[in-house]
């Protein structure tokens, strides 16, 4: 019974949540919102030429909304992770603790590949 109460107490509570306000309000001018403004990467902060443009062509990071759902130009996008690792292990600031875990990671991602791929998964 006390379950049931205390539910129904925290239901109420939350139903009578109003929300956060919104504070961009009135802030944004129309020269912000205009449809002629050119994407930028989010890495290197250039504009991107092409908005229909999978990779920035400075930096080669993702610039498109639907790249990493592409399956062949999704390729450098999911396996980027493994070039970031290895900088890491041969950068000569990383920690020993650190460089011990990255390279545990590589091989247990390399044996999960292998084990899936000689299945066939």
């Given at each position: ?6 539910v ?25 919102l205009?449809?002629d403004?050119?994407?930028?990467c ?5 504009p991107v030429n ?19 759902y ?12 493994f ?5 890491r ?5 990383t ?19 292998v ?5 066939g998964i």
């Amino acid at each position: 019974m006390l379950a049931i109460i205390l539910v129904w107490r925290f239901l109420r509570w939350f139903s009578s949540f109003k929300g956060f306000p919104d504070p961009w309000e009135g802030e944004i001018d129309s020269e912000e919102l205009n449809s002629d403004s050119k994407p930028i990467c989010l890495k290197c902060q250039r504009p991107v030429n092409n908005p229909s443009q999978y990779y920035c062509p400075n930096c080669g990071n993702v610039t498109g909304d639907y790249t990493r759902y592409m399956p062949f130009i999704n390729i450098p996008f999911n396996y980027s992770i493994f070039g970031k690792i290895w900088k890491r292990l041969k950068n000569p600031e990383t920690f020993i603790l650190t460089k011990i875990m990255l390279f545990v990671l590589i091989l247990i991602t390399l044996s999960a590949m292998v084990l899936l791929f000689s299945f066939g998964i």
